[in-house]
């Protein structure tokens, strides 16, 4: 069925970067339309950070709009997080969301999540 898989987290100093990819697979006749990225630290509410439509338009989250940069490749159902001059409050585990539509079938599609550490 789907899956995502989050890869490209780590632990990195406050200011710097870190990529983070999302590849979605499933049957040939699901589609892949809003894609998102959330994250969740220890002890808070999974928040929104980013999302981007079919045709890649982003919306940011207030707190990373400027540093962080959304971007799809449709072809291979994948979307990236560029992440820049990170803060230690970026510090979470981060987890890709696809809505997906298989022939009429809704569903919201989760992976399992890529942890991002930023500490000095």
């Known amino acids: 069925q789907v899956q995502l898989v989050e890869s490209g987290g780590g632990t990195v100093e406050p200011g710097g970067s870190l990529r983070l990819s999302c590849a979605a697979s499933?049957?040939?006749?699901?589609?892949?339309?809003?894609m998102s990225w959330y994250r969740q630290a220890p002890g808070k509410e999974r928040e929104f950070v980013s999302d981007?439509?079919?045709?890649?338009?982003?919306t940011y989250a207030d707190s990373v709009r400027g540093r962080f940069t959304i971007s799809r490749d449709n072809a291979n159902n994948t979307i990236f997080l560029q992440m820049n001059s990170l803060k230690p409050e970026d510090t979470a585990v981060y987890y890709c969301k696809a809505r997906t539509l298989c022939i009429g079938r809704p569903s919201d599609d989760w992976g399992q999540g890529t942890q991002v550490t930023v500490s000095s």
């Open positions: 499933g049957p040939t006749y699901c589609s892949f339309y809003m």
């Open positions: 981007a439509d079919r045709d890649g338009n982003p």
